[in-house]
């Protein structure tokens, strides 16, 4: 077998954290308009920058001062701008279709609009107005992640709530990868719950057989409550809320006795072994 480090890469790694920000009126209006700026720049830039173009420079370096001078916004912001657009129209194309309308409910940040400031668990953000302080709602799992990190980058986003939070990207390196050659991969899937590299297999055809009747009980509850009276609707989703956790319990139960135990056969095929890989299905 070859050894671990010549299946994997190094790749960045990114966690985005999302935290509720403390914000009084004055600065919710700050966020507001410049939400709606940022929009309206994105939106007139796909508008009026040749569609062809999806790399954010080319973008940038055809449109950059006419929406600095239209918009208000910072040079950053107007970079971001120009940035977002281009990822949209990138992932538009890849998927066939068209970018759509911008909704003013968000704008990016980098190294020179936002900064993290630990002393005071707060952030600074640039606005079309002044630059805000906004106090951070972190719980002890946010200050574990952020304690001793200096983030660049960040969207501030208005949510369905009602409320503004921040959205942190903290990026670091992957460990480096462990030399070995007694790694083997395993796949897991519907038919079959596991393949292993090593041509070893169990089979899940008891459990499809669940899986499928589970299926059609939910297809034909789903069916009567969208076609049956008030009362007929609220008892099939009373129905549907059990039948979801019946099979939550059961597949529970099932990886636990299959893969959970010490003794299963799983567990000892990969005793003295790593994983190279899991494409979980279940």
């Known amino acids: 077998m070859l050894p671990v480090g010549e299946f994997f890469e190094a790749v960045e790694q ?8 403390q914000v009084c009126s004055e600065q919710q209006q700050a966020l507001s308009d410049t939400c709606t700026a940022f929009a309206s ?25 006419d929406v600095k001078d239209r918009f208000g916004l910072t ?51 640039s606005t079309t107005g002044k630059r805000l302080t906004l ?3 972190a719980s002890n799992y946010h200050r574990g992640k952020l304690t001793g990190q200096n983030p660049t980058s960040a969207q501030v986003c208005l949510h369905r ?7 942190i990207q903290l990026k670091s390196e992957p460990p480096k990868p462990i ?9 897991f899937g519907r038919r ?9 297999s169990w089979s899940g055809e008891g459990i499809k057989e669940t899986r ?11 069916k009567k409550a969208s076609q049956g009276t008030r009362s007929t609707r609220r008892r099939c989703r009373e129905i549907l809320k059990r039948l979801s956790g019946r099979e939550r319990r059961y597949q529970a139960h099932l990886n636990h006795r299959k893969f959970g135990l010490k003794t299963s056969p799983f567990r000892a095929t990969l005793y003295l072994v790593g994983v190279v890989g899991l494409d979980m299905k279940l």
């Open 41 to 65: 720049a994105c939106s007139w830039i796909n508008e009026n920058v040749n569609p062809q173009l999806t790399n954010r420079n080319s973008i940038q370096a055809v449109c950059y001062q």
């Open 192 to 200: 079959d719950i596991a393949v292993t590299s090593t041509d070893k």
């Open 212 to 222: 499928d009747k589970y299926s059609r009980v939910r297809s034909s509850l789903q």
């Open 135 to 137: 106090p951070l709602r």
């Open 75 to 125: 040079a950053n912001h107007v970079v971001r701008a120009c940035g977002r657009v281009a990822a949209n129209r990138l992932t538009a194309k890849q998927k066939g279709k068209k970018v759509k309308n911008f909704a003013p409910t968000s704008f990016d940040g980098d190294a020179r609009t936002f900064r993290f400031v630990e002393k005071d668990w707060a952030i600074t953000v």
């Open 161 to 167: 709530d009602g409320g503004w939070y921040v959205h």
């Open 14 to 21: 990114v966690l985005t954290l999302v935290i509720k920000l």
């Open 179 to 187: 030399n070995a050659d007694n790694i083997i991969g395993v796949d």
